[in-house]
T-cell receptor, first 112, second 113 residues
Framework: AAGVIQSPRHLIKEKRETATLKCYPI?????VYWYQQGPGQDPQFLIS???????DKGSIPDRFSAQQFSDYHSELNMSSLELGDSALYFC???????????FGPGTRLTVL | SQKIEQNSEALNIQEGKTATLTCNYT??????LQWYRQDPGRGPVFLLL?????KEKRKERLKVTFDTTLKQSLFHITASQPADSATYLC????????????FGTGTRLQVFP
């Protein structure tokens, strides 16, 4: 069965640089979520999209933005990167009526 | 403040025994609660979902209970196997059809032969 695809899997950036993370949800899923997981921490919700419209927002810094495109893939854009942004970034998708979320393999971002 | 707490220490059990993991929450009224498994460096994998009006749910060797009075969920793995070793996360959704999951702190389970 198709799973959530994320790219890249690993990303190394310098402070103050910009990063773009991509997510391809499971076909026919109508909702996409982004989570950030720091070392030894639980995943923290960043933002979500339902049918290409932003549906909820969590503790996402103003330096981050995200969107969902017509083909349902989503991108998380991160600017002015800081050392503290180093984390695993997960994308998840769901069919809203069923509620359970399916997570991708994550992008490990390292900011030097 | 709102909190979701799980067994703070790692849980070590012998193969074949039943593992019981606890999830306690305060100041939430969840519509439903989910359990996920996470292996190091990988994304969480959905296991079970239980709604506020359900007491118990089962799936193969897994069982979850939900007590909204005690504000607690218990997650059981029967006949545990070394392959069950992982971190288990509980997660709440506060409203039906809400977007975000609020995760607990996770419990690391180690099943030894």
């Amino acid at each position: 069965a198709a799973g959530v695809i994320q790219s890249p899997r690993h990303l190394i950036k310098e402070k103050r640089e910009t990063a773009t993370l991509k997510c391809y949800p499971i076909p026919r899923h109508d909702t996409v979520y982004w989570y950030q997981q720091g070392p030894g921490q639980d995943p923290q919700f960043l933002i979500s999209f339902y049918e290409k419209m932003q549906s909820d927002k969590g503790s996402i810094p103003d330096r981050f933005s995200a969107q969902q495109f017509s083909d349902y893939h989503s991108e998380l854009n991160m600017s002015s990167l800081e050392l503290g942004d180093s984390a695993l970034y997960f994308c998840a998708s769901s069919y809203r009526e069923l509620n359970e979320q399916f997570f991708g393999p994550g992008t490990r971002l390292t900011v030097l | 403040s709102q909190k979701i707490e799980q067994n703070s220490e790692a849980l070590n059990i012998q193969e074949g025994k039943t593992a019981t993991l606890t999830c306690n929450y305060t100041n939430y009224s969840p519509a439903y609660l989910q359990w996920y498994r996470q292996d190091p460096g990988r994304g969480p994998v959905f296991l079970l979902l239980i709604r506020e009006n359900e007491k118990e749910k089962r799936k193969e060797r897994l069982k979850v209970t939900f007590d909204t009075t005690l504000k607690q969920s218990l997650f059981h793995i029967t006949a545990s196997q070394p392959a069950d070793s992982a971190t288990y996360l509980c997660a709440l959704s506060v409203l039906y059809n809400t977007d975000k999951l609020i995760f607990g702190t996770g419990t690391r389970l180690q099943v030894f032969p």
